[in-house]
């Protein structure tokens, strides 16, 4: 709520655990927490593994269906690492996924990775998913996933991860501000 007051508009990622996808009061939680700060729901994006996902399909999609009521975004994250069949993308209720670091080695120089990633990209977007990528290093990269149509980016090309204070410190530098 501070950040939004000294006007720093950004979406804070938070990762769930697979006993925070079984808390019955995981949903209550949010909510309360929301309201106790007066933000609005947009201000916050839940990441799940698919590791998480997989261990109890059907409570997490119940979990996911009630944090999308809230207003809350939800994202599917370390897609593609392997850990759950491509059968079960249609039936999850998320807004995102994030395409992990592990598809990015060899990108610039192989055309069968170029391939997997594109393919992944536009498969996600098929079901109408945004897409972000994980851990982009270098401006040829960047490039490349641009071309692809991915909709976020997230790496150390733009900032290693901040504590708060570091953040608040940079944030004008980050967001081309000043």
Not at 16 to 27: G, H, K, M, V
Not at 60 to 88: E, M, P
């Amino acid at each position: 709520r501070a950040w939004q007051l000294a006007g720093l508009s950004l979406k804070v990622a938070v990762n769930l655990s697979t006993q925070d996808l079984r808390s019955a009061s995981l949903i209550t939680g949010i909510e309360a927490r929301l309201k106790q700060h007066q933000l609005e729901a947009s201000a916050i994006s839940i990441e799940i593994t698919e590791s998480k996902l997989m261990q109890d399909l059907d409570g997490a999609v119940a979990t996911i269906n009630h944090l999308r009521q809230l207003g809350v975004d939800v994202a599917i994250d370390d897609f593609g690492t392997g850990h759950s069949s491509l059968a079960y993308l249609k039936y999850l209720p998320v807004d995102e996924v994030k395409i992990d670091k592990a598809f990015l080695g060899d990108l610039e120089i192989d055309a069968r990775a170029r391939h997997i990633m594109d393919t992944s990209i536009r498969l996600a977007k098929g079901l109408g998913f945004k897409v972000t990528v994980e851990g982009v290093e270098t401006e040829d990269i960047l490039q490349l996933l641009l071309g692809m149509g991915v909709d976020k980016i997230q790496g150390d090309i733009f900032s290693q991860p901040l504590k708060p204070k570091e953040l608040e410190s940079r944030w004008p530098k980050l967001s081309g501000i000043g």
